[in-house]
């Protein structure tokens, strides 16, 4: 029993501090990782870290009631063992040297020490209680806080599904309206479609058409070529016309100026008739 009691303070208490020395490390780490990191500072993260270190400072507590219990009982036992040795040398012999059943002092010293020592070992383990008490306590109001920031986060979310549920809506209204869009350009392509299938279908005519009416424009032309070639002769015709026109009625005035100065006399001489006929 000893030897396990020197094993568990040499070895055991050992192990337990640095293992509660390493997990207050790796608290510390992640704690200054997360707060590099935007995206982890959330109240659900809060509360993981506000739980490990309650965590880690009841096992430090553990730790330290574990050490104190492991000194008092080897203490109770190195003193039960000092008294056990040394109960049997101290028996009482009579006068006739027979011996005396009755408890000599250090055994009433021995009962009192037992006492003192149990009492201290109860005492150790309601403070041992008391501090796992503490921790509970401790542990609940982490609870508690984390609940209530569980129940901020809940509201947040609800708050932000409120929200996305409204923006959904508006976008099935905007789905909706482009829905009724694209029926509406369907239908319209569709028209189109038609007005193009009607169009290509009456194409050739109107090709056909448009050869015809550009063969009688270059007819028209070829006439009109001929008439412009005729209107200039008779220009030409014309014009000589009114030189000829002007020629007799320069001579026709001639002729009245010549009649005016000499009188016209029908029953004249044949002489006079000849003179007349020859100007």
Known sequence: MWTRICCLQNQGLSILNESSQLCSNL??????????????????????????????????RGTESLARSLHTMSALL??????ASSKYPSKCINADGSPNDQYPEDDMRYELKAEILLT???REKLYSKELEVEQLQAELAAAVRGNDILRCEVQNAMDNLS??????????LQMLKKDENISQLQSDLQASMKELTVTRGIL??????RDMMWEEVKKYNEKNMLL???????????????????????????????????????LSSPDSMRGFLLQ
């Open 27 to 60: 608290l510390e780490f992640a704690k200054g990782k997360a707060g590099q990191l935007p995206e982890a500072r959330n109240g659900l993260d809060g509360q993981f870290f506000v739980e490990s270190e309650m965590k880690v400072q009841g096992l430090k």
């Open 120 to 122: 201290s070992l109860l």
């Open 163 to 172: 929200c996305v549920t409204h923006k959904l809506k508006d976008l099935e």
């Open 228 to 266: 412009n070639s005729e209107v200039n002769m008779l220009k030409k015709k014309i014009e000589t016309l009114d030189e000829d026109i002007l020629l007799k009625e320069g001579q026709i005035t001639i002729l009245k100026d010549t009649i005016g100065n000499k009188p016209f006399d029908l």
């Open 78 to 83: 190195h003193e039960k063992s000092s008294l």
């Open 204 to 209: 050739p005519k109107i090709s056909e058409e």
